[in-house]
């Protein structure tokens, strides 16, 4: 074999900058961030953000000084017809609020009228069960129909008959067939004044109280 055949040796010393040749060192923590560099990256951070903010505001100022009067009077008009759909739409609710009001009312005193325990109580049941009745008792300008609400007091008397009071044949209101009492008489007329007002009166206990009161 030749001096140009003979194979060279090679150099297997480890390169000390490789990451074969060098040892790993370094601990975990070499790795973090100081807290005193990552609060300055935050800092600026707020500092940029807080100047871009400027800068829309400034580019939106810009735009509305560049804007004609016509397209101003146009935006202030556009904005206007806004709020006044929104204040109308809120009057609206309000409106329909008060007829509902005054419709679920003068239901209530029919029912007590005719003898129902809790009037109020019963409204709420017939506008679950019974909602487009209900709602057919007053037109959208606020006109009550007093044939529908006797017509519907009619329906819920017969229908639910354990929710009103027992009355003798020719006589008033009265529970067991006998003739009540004056003072079950005026506890009534008081729970049907404060029913068309909004307020549940227990008209057993208010005549319990009147004829305590008349004993003594």
Do not use: C, W
């Amino acid at each position: 074999m030749t001096d140009q055949e003979t194979p060279q040796a090679q150099d297997t010393t480890p390169d000390p900058q490789s990451p074969a040749g060098a040892q790993n060192t370094s601990s975990g923590e070499d790795n973090r961030i100081p807290y005193s560099r990552f609060k300055s990256v935050l800092d600026e951070n707020n500092t940029l953000k807080a100047r871009l903010d400027k800068l829309e505001k400034a580019e939106q100022e810009r735009k509305q000084a560049e804007m004609t009067e016509v397209e101003r009077a146009t935006a202030r008009a556009a904005e206007l017809e806004a709020q006044l759909k929104q204040t109308a739409a809120e009057r609206e609710v309000e409106r329909k609020a008060r007829l509902e009001d005054r419709r679920d009312n003068a239901l209530a005193q029919s029912l007590a009228s005719a003898g129902a325990i809790d009037a109020d109580e019963l409204v709420l049941v017939l506008k679950a069960k019974h909602a487009n009745d209900v709602s057919a008792l007053m037109a959208d300008d606020g006109t009550l129909d007093s044939d529908a609400i006797k017509a519907l007091v009619d329906k819920t008397k017969a229908e639910r008959a354990h929710n009103f009071q027992t009355s003798g044949v020719g006589s008033p209101s009265n529970r067991g067939g006998s003739v009540p009492s004056p003072a079950s008489q005026d506890a009534q007329r008081l729970a049907n004044i404060a029913a068309q007002y909004g307020y549940k009166v227990d008209a057993r206990k208010v005549a319990e109280r009147l004829q305590n009161s008349d004993q003594e």
